[in-house]
């Protein structure tokens, strides 16, 4: 079983940035595509970014520019620098991991981090 603990929410200003972390732990696993999800209040969850083991990045369009996605393959560990906050990003946001052993593959959430930007 795969584990994911995530870490670095918190309370910022608009325009101010936070960073979130997620760790990916689990033995035999070999660790895949990493990403950063949202859902705000009364909102589906979306897709924020996205980074495979290569490296490969996707954004949602509502990030970019302001938002950046990487890992550290070594620690199966991924972040989200998060820059440029507006009080639209403020939602509770979820690592997601995608992992593999004998060949399957696995979807993990994490427990959620909450995010708030007040204006």
């Known amino acids: 079983q795969v584990q994911v603990v995530e870490s670095g929410g918190g309370l910022v200003q608009a325009g101010g940035s936070l960073r979130l972390s997620c760790a990916a732990s689990?033995?035999?696993?070999?660790?895949?595509?990493m990403g950063w999800y949202r859902q705000a209040p009364g909102k589906q969850r979306e897709l924020v970014a996205a980074?495979?083991?290569?490296?490969?990045?996707n954004y949602a369009d509502s990030v970019k520019g302001r938002f950046s996605i990487s890992r550290d393959n070594a620690k199966n560990t991924v972040y989200l620098q998060m820059n440029s906050l507006k009080p639209e990003d403020t939602a509770v946001y979820y690592c997601?991991?995608?992992?593999?052993?004998?060949?399957?593959?696995?979807?993990?959430w994490g427990q959620g981090t909450q995010v708030t930007v007040s204006s």
């Open positions: 980074i495979t083991r290569g490296g490969n990045t």
């Open positions: 689990g033995s035999k696993f070999s660790i895949g595509a």
């Open positions: 997601n991991v995608v992992a593999y052993l004998d060949g399957l593959g696995y979807e993990t």
